[in-house]
């Protein structure tokens, strides 16, 4: 008999979405399990017949594909085809990969640079999670000259508010180097929605352009906008390790061998 596993891991590892993209399906009843409509904590094997819309999902795939994408400003991270009723240029179209990827989190519509897009979801999983601390890099140019007791401010924390977007946090100490006069780099390991923009905006700057140059070890380099790249099977070996990911599919295999 194959093995079981929970049908949003199963989602994840097919390579159709994250796990908490997956916990959304089952909860809004898009998921069946041989036609039986799917609940929050049941379990599949290769062997079943898991559809989503009505569209049944392959078997488990054996290559992972992750893509460096160098995401252009004017270009929105969502799988989704409309916003707010009209047709948008998404990632998805942009890219036209032969494999169906999403996105590995958001950069916002105005911002620019390094966005990974996977079928890998656990993967996925382990970058997105906040608690897990994983670096992102990024070069902030300002509408006007950014003080040096500003520079220390942003690096020690800020407190930002939004109430429509019901945002109330205190954002996590960081790095903050200046390069010019208007212009620093950041390294965040948190991801609060549009977190760079809503803490300079908290200290009376406005950014002109924000750049994300790297996501852990992996940078954007000399890419163009545009321009897209798959990880080699080293690199996505060392997100594995960074994430832990490595040391938990070694611990699946042991408890799936002792079966």
């Known amino acids: 008999m194959s093995m079981q596993i929970r049908i949003n891991k199963y989602l994840s590892d097919v390579g159709y979405c994250s796990r908490r993209q997956a916990d959304k399906l089952v909860s809004e009843g898009r998921i069946t399990i041989n036609d039986r409509v799917a609940l929050m904590g049941d379990k599949v094997s290769s062997e079943d017949r898991v559809c989503v819309d009505g569209s049944m999902l392959t078997s488990l795939k054996e290559k992972k594909h992750v893509l460096v994408f160098y995401k252009p400003r004017g270009i929105v991270c969502t799988t989704a085809e409309k916003e707010n009723g009209k047709k948008i240029q998404n990632v998805i179209d942009y ?27 656990e993967l996925a ?15 902030v140019k300002l509408h006007k000259h950014i003080r040096d007791d500003d520079i220390k401010r942003l690096s020690q924390g800020i407190h930002i508010v939004d109430d429509e977007k019901k945002i109330d ?3 996590r100490k960081c790095t903050v180097t200046r390069i010019d006069d208007c212009t620093f780099d950041i390294i965040l390991t948190q991801g609060i929605n549009r977190q760079i923009r809503r ?46 990911l490595a040391k938990t599919q070694t611990k699946e295999k042991r408890e799936e061998r002792h079966e």
């Open 95 to 121: 890219i036209n990969y032969p494999e169906r990827v999403y996105p590995i989190g958001r950069l916002d519509k105005e911002s620019e640079g390094l966005l990974l897009l996977t079928d890998y979801g």
């Open 125 to 139: 999983d382990r970058i997105m999670k906040s608690r897990n601390h994983h670096e992102k890099e990024y070069v």
């Open 199 to 244: 803490m300079c905006k908290a200290l009376g700057y406005r950014v002109l352009s924000l750049k994300r140059v790297r996501i852990m070890d992996i940078r954007l380099e000399r890419m163009k906008p545009g321009e897209y790249r798959e990880l080699s099977e080293k690199e996505i070996e060392s997100l594995e390790f960074q994430t832990g």
């Open 169 to 171: 946090a205190y954002t």
